[in-house]
């Protein structure tokens, strides 16, 4: 070892700043007073005393898979590092070790996942900007192509597949991302659906169903509704009808439809794809509840659906008017029961049954006397729009995930009647509101405009 004495300060050369980092800090801390109107001076001090040291022992020792004693050792010094030295240990010792690694990484022989030791620099050398673009870039390629030859052996049932490859949803641009997830993802998770996967009321497996569900935050949600409707419903709504034809108790029916509605992700809802293969389910329930032939899933049901939608929209309020007709058949066979025409037990369950219906249809209580009294959501914002004295109708052309936007005031919204939610434009996002919140946009919307408006004199 040898001393360095600058200023009253001695270093001593040969120490190890990934195993001490802390030491010499004092020193240099007081060469930077020293030198403060000599920044050149004192770059090039700390260049050829602290940069050589670590240069020294990152390229005999350090590791990339161990980021934390060089990320501390940066973190420690960030205060006394001129930006040129800084840059010199990222390109001399970090960034090559990393590519090194990178390329070497195989998820396959049980290495270290690779997020743990990638990601902790990603702050740094995003915080850096354009100065790191290309390498970052070049990195990123590199782990992109990783992730592609990983995911292209690996099946569904790998949860570390998942684990592996969704921390880096964040990190890639969604373009990116997206192509990933439909080229190595989802073909197999539609796969695995399709040759795997059984619905079975009296024994229900659901490994290869949470195989898929375990991906739902990670993959964008249409191409999960792809997934599932290619995949999934075809199963299922297949199952529903085979079971319905056995005459199974209408109680069962209920529970086993509530529970896989607690499986599937509550934002699934809102797709309308999803939303019509929920309610086809519940037609054919309806159906066998009504002692009607039950509607065989398939391409003539399609076409017959697809009739529909050609002649006429269905109004909104049309979902109401079916539950009160079926409200209407329950008063109706009520009388029939005091006659003594219909056995008490199967009266009760037809009942109950039909209340679950108009339950599920409408979103809210089975009260009898209620239903025939209740609005739509969109009956409610009318009524808001009105007693304020304000606009509210549809905007030509607009539309937001499938949904129908409207214009409330000077508010664009748009209205989920499924979910009986509300989603107002804010700046560049929807946000759920409530009305009240609604009213608060708009007064603050006319309020800025107010104030932006020129003043004639």
């Known amino acids: 070892m040898s001393l360095v004495t600058f200023g009253g300060g001695t270093l001593t050369i040969g120490w190890d700043p990934l195993q001490n980092p802390w030491l010499g800090f004092d020193i240099v801390s007081s060469w930077k007073g020293l030198l403060h109107e000599e920044k050149c001076y004192y770059t090039e001090l700390v260049r050829e005393i602290v940069l050589s040291e670590v240069r020294m022992t990152g390229l005999n020792s350090w590791q990339a898979e161990e980021p934390e004693p060089m990320l501390a050792f940066l973190e420690a010094w960030k205060e006394l590092l001129p930006g040129s030295v800084v840059h010199d240990i990222l390109d001399m010792v970090v960034l090559p070790e990393l590519r090194v690694s990178i390329q070497l990484w195989e998820p396959n022989l049980g290495s270290v996942p690779i997020h743990l030791w990638v990601h902790p620099w990603l702050p740094l050398l995003f915080e850096l900007g354009n100065a790191y673009q290309l390498e970052l870039e070049e990195l990123f390629g590199t782990m992109r192509l990783k992730l592609c030859n990983f995911l292209c052996s690996w099946h569904p049932s790998d949860g570390y597949g998942y684990n592996i490859a969704s921390l880096w949803k964040a990190v890639f641009d969604s373009t990116t991302w997206e192509l990933l997830m439909f080229r190595y ?77 607690e499986l599937i992700p509550k934002e699934f809802y809102a797709n309308e794809s999803i939303g019509r293969q929920l309610e086809f389910g519940l037609g054919m329930m309806n159906q066998a509840v009504e002692e009607m032939e039950v509607a065989r899933p398939g391409l003539e049901e399609k076409s017959r659906v697809a009739g529909k939608r050609q002649d006429k929209a269905v109004p909104a309020t049309q979902t109401n008017l079916e539950a009160q007709t079926n409200m209407d058949d329950i008063d109706h066979e009520l009388n029939l029961k005091e006659k003594g025409k219909i056995d008490q037990v199967q009266f009760e369950a037809k009942k109950r049954a039909v209340a679950f219906l108009a339950d599920a249809k409408l979103g809210s209580t089975t009260d009898v006397d209620d239903i025939s009294h209740q ?56 946000s759920l509101v409530s009305l009240e919140r609604l009213l608060e946009l708009h007064k603050n919307k006319e309020t800025m405009s107010s104030r932006m408006r020129p003043l004639h004199t």
Do not use: C
């Not at 619905?199 to 659901?206: D, E, F, I, S």
């Not at 109680?251 to 086993?256: C, K, P, Q």
């Not at 808001?384 to 214009?407: C, I, N, S, T």
């Open 375 to 430: 609005m739509t959501l969109k009956d409610v914002i009318e009524a808001e729009a009105q007693e304020h004295g304000l606009l509210f109708r549809p905007k030509p052309g607009r539309m937001y995930d499938g949904h129908q936007v409207y214009g409330f005031g000077s508010v664009s919204i748009m209205v989920d009647f499924r979910k009986e939610k509300i989603y107002a434009q804010t700046e560049e996002t929807w």
């Open 185 to 261: 993802v989802v073909p197999r998770l539609e796969l695995v659906l399709l040759e795997d996967f059984e619905v079975n009321p009296a024994n229900q497996k659901l490994d290869q169903f949470n195989w898929v569900m375990r991906w739902a935050s990670a993959i964008p949600m249409h191409l999960m509704v792809n997934v599932m409707v290619k995949g999934f419903f075809p199963k299922w709504i297949e199952g529903l009808h085979l079971w319905l034809k056995t005459n199974p108790k209408f109680e069962d029916v209920a529970n086993w439809y509530r529970d896989w509605k």
